[in-house]
Every structure is written in structure tokens, then in C-alpha cells.
């Protein structure tokens, strides 16, 4: 599968974003997706993670009750709703899949395939 993120950029503290990831092939709806997120100097970190039916979603602390993951399978797509951003949250975000889909992993390790990556940079 291929993955395509899109939607970064710049926006002010206080701000929402929403990022989408699009999948190519027919088999979107049977993976678990993700995103990451990295800062140049620093390791990739999880952000938020979505079984392939949408009926359970995980987030890191930093992010929980700003942003939301989903995602529409007749799409193919992914999103992640961010609101309420903060300059900490500037970095390259990344989806990913992978094909267990029962879960919404955390573990980078998990994850099969990878997309390009979308910056979002927020001032403060």
C-alpha cells in the first residue's frame, strides 16, 4: 500500500489543522493506521492510532483531548484533527499502516508501510 499526508502548514498558537492521509489499493479497511510525528535531532514519536474499523483509537498524553484520529475506508483515507495547537506540536507528521488492523498501536516497530510525511509548524 501506499500512503500520501498532506494538509500540513503554518498556523498560529491556538490554531486547528487537519491532516489526511490517502491510501492506494483496495485493502485500506483491514489495517490499523497511524500518525507520527518527528523533530529534526529527534527520534519519531506517536502521536495517535486507529483500529480498521475506527472502534478503537489510542493517543499520546501530549495530544489527548486536542486532536482526533479517524478515518473513512470508503476513502481510503485517514485523518487527524488538530485544534488547539501549540509551537511543541511543530513537526513532520507521518502516516503509517499496518496489517493486523484488530488494534491502534503505539510501537513505530508495528507499522508496515509508511507515507512521505506533511510539516506543520505553529508559531507561538
Known amino acids: 500500500v501506499q500512503l500520501q499526508a498532506s494538509g500540513g502548514g503554518l498556523v498560529q498558537a491556538g490554531g486547528s489543522l487537519r491532516l489526511s492521509c490517502a491510501a492506494s489499493?483496495?485493502?485500506?479497511?483491514?489495517?490499523?493506521m497511524g500518525w507520527f510525528r518527528q523533530v529534526p535531532g529527534k527520534e519519531r514519536e506517536f502521536v495517535a492510532a486507529?483500529?480498521?474499523?475506527?472502534?478503537?483509537?489510542s493517543y499520546a498524553d501530549s495530544v489527548k483531548g486536542r486532536f482526533t484520529i479517524s478515518r473513512d475506508n470508503a476513502k481510503n483515507t485517514m485523518y487527524l484533527q488538530m485544534n488547539s495547537l501549540k509551537p511543541e506540536d511543530t513537526a513532520v507528521y507521518y502516516c503509517?499502516?499496518?496489517?493486523?488492523?484488530?488494534?491502534?498501536?503505539?510501537?513505530?516497530?508495528?507499522?508496515?508501510?509508511w507515507g512521505q510525511g506533511t510539516e506543520v509548524t505553529v508559531s507561538s
Open positions: 486507529i483500529s480498521w474499523s475506527g472502534g478503537v483509537t
Open positions: 489499493g483496495r485493502t485500506f479497511g483491514r489495517y490499523g
Open positions: 503509517a499502516a499496518e496489517t493486523g488492523g484488530a488494534y491502534a498501536f503505539s510501537v513505530e516497530s508495528v507499522y508496515d508501510y
